[in-house]
């Protein structure tokens, strides 16, 4: 595999991160919130207020019209983001425009699509340019995406992450993991995102057994969504990403003047348990 | 004539990854990627396997009612005056469509796998209540998502599906139609897979449906050939006929003609109401190259990559994709594309209907739309064959709607060429017209 690189991603604003954390003993913060929901315009303010809350990596989720992945709670807000005009061209301009003002890496969480269909060559350049750090495509796994996205990304020092799921076989994991810079994502249910009451009991067991085999950071996501969880979770991943119960909260305050403030809050309220990591 | 799925038979395969050239593919999250594989091996050891072949043939042969009869639609050819006109009769299976020779073998080999539990999506309601009809018989539970537009517009088929025993899931998603019901059944299956098995009712999807799809609907070709040779003293038409929503029936009968230069292949799409992008289902005008539901493949979208909207009468023809093969074998130049607007259709539907006494779906219907074009140039000792993949019973109360909406009548002629019947259809005159007309 081409290592060819012009900004060194190993090196980059991604794996910095991680390393930051681990100096500090603790596990990285990732939330995810839709880009576009409610508005364009509100968008940077909730960016900035993931980012005052302890946002170590945010992740920026790519609006998309059919996602298969994702339970109610974003595919409302996919659906929200769309209709307010979010498209991968305008989250591409946010990114541009706001990135170094916030100083924290951001991943592109989108489904392949909307990449596909401005090339992937135009793509990557575009998502260099504007400062994106790194890109999770989620109906983009390895087999496919080594060949047809990576190279692309490689070339212009943007960080490529894969999923890991619960059914990947060990070849897979190691695929995922050669493949990926910067983490792998660790999907905590078999299912879609969404908030759900308990973590599965086997998660921590789980997550070792990709730890492992992985020499990048872990980080886990879907279905955590409170303190405990993420306190939980932390034990034993490199980062906690919280996504479905950030966006309810865009979703029930939307209309709330000090929107930002309450998501703020809420994130301090996640990050709070975060410490406590004994890797 | 015995059955024989020729589900071992060396067909043109897709690559390990399921590509046929550019297209195809295995574009799926993570945790769905174990499973697919597994699926695919399962697949491949059971289509080799004589027990499995035996016990699928003896089914469609006594459950469903295979093989179909090739039947020679004199009225209809005496109508249009050119070539002979062959309808392949998918519409008399059991359940009244050719969906059933898929669902029934995924069902099979859902069981063999040791499931529990089928899901399956459908639009025109024919893939669910074939689904749901195998389920019965092989005693498995069944939940079938639908798009409550499509409930709407195919409410006896959702009735069908419930008195079968099957869930039937509403999705009020996007459009509310086949691709958001497609949708709904990849989220279920991400969380269910253990037990579940998803019977994708076309040939797309991540490999290995497009090629499984298509082998369980290849026996609809490998009859026709035979039966053509007989009836018509030859085993190759000069055109084949097929609409095409996600192509398997098309598939199903193109098959079995690739690879022939002088058998001329015709998919036809939903026109819609016109050319303008949202008001129709016809990829291979409108739409780009793009990755949908697990396979790059033509896609009806914006320059952003979001799906567009589709519309077409006939609910099994309205979705945004197409079978990642058909796009490969129009670029090789096998498979020619055409499409019939809503309005076309409805006006084949009500002439095989006066001609023939056949009532087709309105899927089917856009096929017979394209042999009303076509046969008056052809010669009288050419041949076309056209897959009737389905019965219009679910679809009479469509025709009602529509026809109501404009409400002339128009002269259609009889066979015999005397007497005029008069069936109502819109107001708008001709084919192709388009645009608005059915509004
Ligand atoms: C009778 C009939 N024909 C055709 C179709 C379109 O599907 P395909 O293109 O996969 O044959 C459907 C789909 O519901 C159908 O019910």
Known sequence: ?279 | MKVRTPLAAAALEPDEGGRYGVYGGRYAPETLMAPLEELSRAYDKLRRKRTFQRRLNHLLEHYVGRPTPLYFAEGLTEHLGGARIYLKREDLLHTGAHKINNALGQVLLAKEMGKTRIIAETGAGQHGVATATAAALLGLDCVVYMGEEDMRRQRLNVYRMQLLGAEVAAVDAGSRTLKDAINEAFRDWVASFADTHYVLGTVTGPEPYPRMVRQFHSVIGSEARRQLRRLAGTPDPDVAVACVGGGSNAMGLFSAFLGQPDVLLVGVEAGGRGPELGDHAARFSGGTLGVLHGARTLVLQDEEGQVVGTHSVSAGLDYPAVGPEHVFLHDQGQIEFTSATDQEAIEGFHLLSATEGILPALESAHAIAEVTRRAPGMDGDQVILVNLSGRGDKDVESVLEYDAASGDQVPVRRPSGGDSVSVRRPSGRHSGSGAGDAE
Do not use: W
């Open chain 1, 1 to 279: 595999m081409s290592r060819r690189r012009k900004r060194s991603s190993r090196d980059g604003a991604i794996a910095a991160a991680f390393k930051t954390c681990a100096k500090e003993r603790r596990s990285a913060f990732v939330p995810f919130l839709v880009a576009g929901d409610p508005s364009l315009e509100a968008t940077p303010d909730l960016l900035r207020a993931l980012v005052s809350g302890g946002a170590d990596v945010i992740e920026l989720g790519v609006a998309f019209s059919d996602p298969i992945a994702d339970g109610p709670t974003i595919q409302r807000a996919s659906h929200r983001a769309l209709a307010a005009g979010s498209s991968l061209s305008a989250v591409l301009g946010i990114v541009e425009r706001h990135r170094e003002e916030l100083g924290v890496p951001i991943v592109l969480f989108t489904y392949y699509n909307p990449v596909h269909a401005r090339g992937v060559e135009n793509f990557a350049a575009q998502a260099a340019d504007s400062g994106v750090d790194g890109v999770l495509c989620v109906d983009l796994p390895p087999d496919e995406g080594l060949r047809e996205l990576q190279p692309a990304l490689e070339e212009r020092g943007v960080d490529s992450i894969y999923l890991i799921a619960a059914t990947s076989t060990r070849e897979r994991i190691d695929r995922a993991a050669a493949a990926s810079n910067g983490f792998v994502y660790y999907t905590a249910r078999s299912d879609v995102t969404g908030e759900r009451e308990d973590l599965i009991p086997t998660l921590a067991r789980e997550v070792k057994r990709v730890r492992r085999r992985v020499r990048l950071p872990v980080a886990v996501g879907f279905g955590i969504s409170t303190p405990e969880q993420v306190e939980e979770v932390a034990q034993v991943a490199h980062g906690v990403v919280v996504g479905s119960s950030l966006v309810r909260l865009v979703e029930e305050n939307s209309a709330e003047a000090d929107l930002a403030a309450r998501l703020e809050r809420r994130v301090r309220d996640l990050t709070a348990p975060l410490g406590a990591r004994v890797l």
